[in-house]
Structure formats: structure tokens, C-alpha cells
Antibody, heavy 119, light 109 residues
Framework: EVQLVESGGALIQPGGSLRLSCAAS????????MTWVRQAPGKGLEWVSV???????YYADSVKGRFTISRDNSNNTVYLQMNSLRVEDTAVYYC??????????????WGQGTLVTVS | SYDLTQPPSVSVSPGQTARITCSGD??????AYWYQQKSGQAPVLVIY???KRPSGIPERFSGSNSGTMATLTISGAQVEDEGDYYC????????????FGGGTKLTVL
């Protein structure tokens, strides 16, 4: 059974840093596309970042230069390092396993999310 | 940046057909995907690659993509289908980024 468990969310001051973790089970992270998606309180979904099975990483303009996605193959875990946090980064952050259609990478299996509050 | 535009809300009575649209200039070149999100829960993929249904998704959910508009159709909507629906596709840039539509709140009552 595929399972994704996010952790690391917290209340943090603007300008601070935080690292989110996404522990995966039921599949091998390094062989998959892993995505982070966030949702601000009462708002819609926002794509944040993806790491490809080949190691390529991509970011939304809103976080580029501040956030870094990475993975630890030995722990089968994906991370999102968030620096220079802003009030507008406040959101529930979801980790998801993605699939590629050849044209896009789309999230298929989602975790339950972890809340980051910047205040 | 690339935008996917959805109506903020759609309302139908139980048993009626609900249609949620998603417009975007890139849709003729890219697949559309649809996610359902119920209150307090993580999103669930209900349609992928324009019109395919993942395992476990009821047959009343279907999708289409024609020209610059993708449509999610729920035939015979049920009360349990209430929630927010988001379309999703690739950004038109070369940077392998993706984008969600703004979301549509479906009310079935």
C-alpha cells in the first residue's frame, strides 16, 4: 500500500527556515516523480515543486531561489527546505507521488499534509 | 505565467448532470487532469489524461478536452460529490512546471 506521511510543519517567524519531510512507503522514491503542492487557508491548490526520478528539480516562480526539493534514497524520504519564509507561504503542504503522461507530471497519491504558519 | 480558468461555483440537484469547465490556451497541446477535494481532506485524482478514470472512481465521472476547454462531467451527481474540483495541466513554459486552476465549488442539493 502506498503511503505518504508529511511532517515538519510549524509556526515560524518571517525570514525563518523550515524543512518539511515526506516519508514514503509502498514504493521507491528515487524511481518516481515526487511533488509538493500547497494550499493557503481557504484558498486553492498551488503547485510548488517537483523532483524527477532522474534528479531534475523544478519550482514555481513564487518559491524559486528560496525553496529546495531533495530526496534521501536510503530513507525513502523527500524533503522541502524552505528558507526566507514569508507570511504568504502559510499553507498546508502536501507531498504527492507523481506519474508522467509524457507531456506532464501529475500527482496521483497524496499525503495528509502538514501545516506551515509564518507569522 | 500560464492560467487555467474555472467558474467559482456550480450547483445542481441530486441526479442532475454537473459540468465544470476549465479554459486555457495550452489545453490543445496538453492533457487536462481533475482533482476532487472534500473539506479537510487531501485532493483525489478523478480524471487523468483528459478522459481516463483511475481505479475506484465511479463511472459517473468523465472528462473531455476540446480546443481550449476541458470539461469534467458528473452524470447523475450525488450529494457525496460535493466539494471543490481543480483542473490541472502543464505550464506552457519550458521549465517543466505545472499549474492548478482556481477551483470550482460543487454544491449538490
Amino acid at each position: 500500500e502506498v503511503q505518504l506521511v508529511e511532517s515538519g510543519g510549524a509556526l515560524i517567524q518571517p525570514g525563518g527556515s523550515l524543512r518539511l519531510s515526506c516519508a514514503a512507503s509502498g514504493f521507491i522514491v528515487r524511481n518516481n516523480y515526487m511533488t509538493w503542492v500547497r494550499q493557503a487557508p481557504g484558498k486553492g491548490l498551488e503547485w510548488v515543486s517537483v523532483i524527477y526520478s532522474g534528479g531534475g528539480t523544478y519550482y514555481a516562480d513564487s518559491v524559486k531561489g528560496r525553496f529546495t526539493i531533495s530526496r534521501d534514497n536510503s530513507n525513502n524520504t523527500v524533503y522541502l527546505q524552505m528558507n526566507s519564509l514569508r507570511v504568504e507561504d502559510t499553507a498546508v503542504y502536501y507531498c504527492a507521488r507523481g506519474y508522467s503522461s509524457g507531456l506532464e507530471v501529475y500527482p496521483q497519491d497524496w499525503g495528509q499534509g502538514t501545516l506551515v504558519t509564518v507569522s | 505565467s500560464y492560467d487555467l480558468t474555472q467558474p467559482p461555483s456550480v450547483s445542481v440537484s441530486p441526479g442532475q448532470t454537473a459540468r465544470i469547465t476549465c479554459s486555457g490556451d495550452i489545453l490543445p497541446k496538453k492533457y487536462a487532469y481533475w482533482y476532487q477535494q472534500k473539506s479537510g481532506q487531501a485532493p483525489v485524482l478523478v480524471i487523468y489524461e483528459d478522459n481516463k478514470r483511475p481505479s475506484g472512481i465511479p463511472e459517473r465521472f468523465s472528462g473531455s478536452n476540446s480546443g481550449t476547454m476541458a470539461t469534467l462531467t458528473i452524470s447523475g451527481a450525488q450529494v457525496e460529490d460535493e466539494g471543490d474540483y481543480y483542473c490541472y495541466s502543464a505550464d506552457g513554459s519550458a521549465n517543466n512546471r505545472e499549474v492548478f486552476g482556481g477551483g470550482t465549488k460543487l454544491t449538490v442539493l
